[in-house]
């Protein structure tokens, strides 16, 4: 067990990681995209190919893929939707999903407001996260897109870090515990 | 009182900005730039001539803020921290601020992770965010720049909606109330 941050790099730009401790088991290498315009578009330019490109529409969650999936979005004109982690009081008959299991026990739920759900609908759909680890917040957003009736075609992530249950093309395998 | 859409130009971008129902009062215009690339480029492009051109450091808060700051940041080179509404587990340290008083009576508490506290000391910061109302929170990111021994140059937000009682630069007025 070390407290050496963990050096990761994306195209030019290299990051030395912070460790979060977890639990008693060790520590995790923490990405963090938000506030950091330089690795974000280092990032984007390298998911852009793994996009699939018959993709209409991009979903996200908050809070820590948004830059990333505006990066992206800039780039490959895809527009996309956000899924919240709070019912927001503007919502109108939002979409109510439970995410499956979460590493911490902790319970969360995801909210796609109803505006958002219908642009969605009859459209090919890429899930776009900054870091796919259990795979249970992307399960429950695959969820949403079937709801919304939108036809899902592909999950990218920048990291993968752990051992999601659906196909995830990822850039990087970052190790879950050092 | 009317459910018509409030039309908003920023640049060569006109958006229908949907109104919602506060209370049983009337409805205000919602601004919502996440998801929207193209209108948050225009904000962007139209807001970074009112930022403080000695801004050393950007200070903005979750969520609806922070796609507009990451273009402000691309544009100018200026970077960005990022004030949370929860504690992570990952923080150190962090600074904690109550929100003095929000319009809906909910109680708000801010989250500065002390490494980005850090990042802020003896530098000249400007508070951006999408939108300015009452300023509670404006308030509270004040004091959260002062407590991380920063210095502040400016706020610029790209509406205001309502009365805040500090000095806000902003490109557009938006009803409170319709």
Known sequence: MTNKPFSVTV????RELPTIQVGEMGRVPLVELIGDVEFTSAVADALRPLLPPETEVMLTVVTNSLPLTHALSERTGVPYVVVRKKRRTYMRDPLIQ?????TLGVNETLWLD????SSLKGKRVTIVVDVVASGGTVEAMQRLVDRAGGQLVGCVAAFRQGEPKMPV???QELPKMI
């Open 11 to 14: 195209g030019t730009v290299t």
């Open 169 to 171: 093309r990822y850039l």
């Open 114 to 117: 109803g505006r958002h759900a």
């Open 98 to 102: 439970e995410v499956p299991s979460m």
